[in-house]
T-cell receptor, first 115, second 112 residues
């Protein structure tokens, strides 16, 4: 399978714990995006990278959230001191920024439940 | 007020009918307009995109953009039960897509 992969697919944690998610983009895609989707809503942009540089962060990304893409390949999203409001689907997408059309391909998501 | 508004539905239609979906937006800087389909427990997948105003057709799907009214539409002809999904409109500013601004999604159910 050469699509975007995310791990884990599901995570249940207790309030106050730290969690880390991983995203592996499509090979050779230089852009990687993180979105959050809650029930009945569309995905909300969190942050994106071009290669290893983090180019934009949403104000939704509080100090408890940190994302990295150390070698311009896979990315991790860490949430510290989780809160019940963090419960959501965390989606990763990747794209190749060549030309004008930069289609974003989405992974299956990591569903986080904070108890 | 959200930048992109979309009726969440659900929208139920009989098989073979035309499905009509739409979104309105407030940011006149949006230039790229996309429609994504999302099946339950899956990530969104791109159906179509349109640059600026105009129409675009791809098989049973037609996308329309009216920038003067800040209104976009997606039509699905000859709908099939396999078209049952949530349809998300998305928009971006500038030439490189970058971050996407999504609508809430409309759930479509096509009944045999």
């Amino acid at each position: 399978d050469t699509g975007v992969s995310q791990d884990p697919r599901h995570k249940i944690t207790k309030r106050g714990q730290n969690v880390t998610f991983r995203c592996d983009p499509i090979s050779e895609h230089n852009r990687l995006y993180w979105y959050r989707q809650t029930l009945g809503q569309g995905p909300e942009f969190l942050t994106y990278f071009q290669n290893e540089a983090q180019l934009e962060k949403s104000r939704l990304l509080s100090d408890r959230f940190s994302a990295e893409r150390p070698k311009g390949s896979f990315s991790t999203l860490e949430i510290q001191r989780t809160e019940q409001g963090d419960s959501a689907m965390y989606l990763c997408a990747s794209s190749l920024s060549v030309g004008r059309v930069h289609e974003q391909f989405f992974g299956p998501g990591t569903r986080l439940t904070v108890l | 007020q959200k930048e992109v508004e979309q009726d969440p539905g659900p929208l139920s239609v009989p098989e073979g009918a035309i499905v009509s979906l739409n979104c309105t937006y407030s940011n006149s800087a949006f230039q790229y307009f996309m429609w994504y389909r999302q099946y339950s427990r899956k990530g969104p997948e791109l159906l179509m995109y349109t640059y600026s105003s105009g129409n675009k057709e791809d098989g049973r799907f037609t996308a329309q953009v009216d920038k003067s009214s800040k209104y976009i539409s997606l039509f699905i002809r000859d709908s099939q039960p396999s078209d049952s999904a949530t349809y998300l409109c998305a928009m971006s500013v500038g030439d490189s897509w970058g971050k996407l601004q999504f609508g809430a999604g409309t759930q479509v159910v096509v009944t045999p």
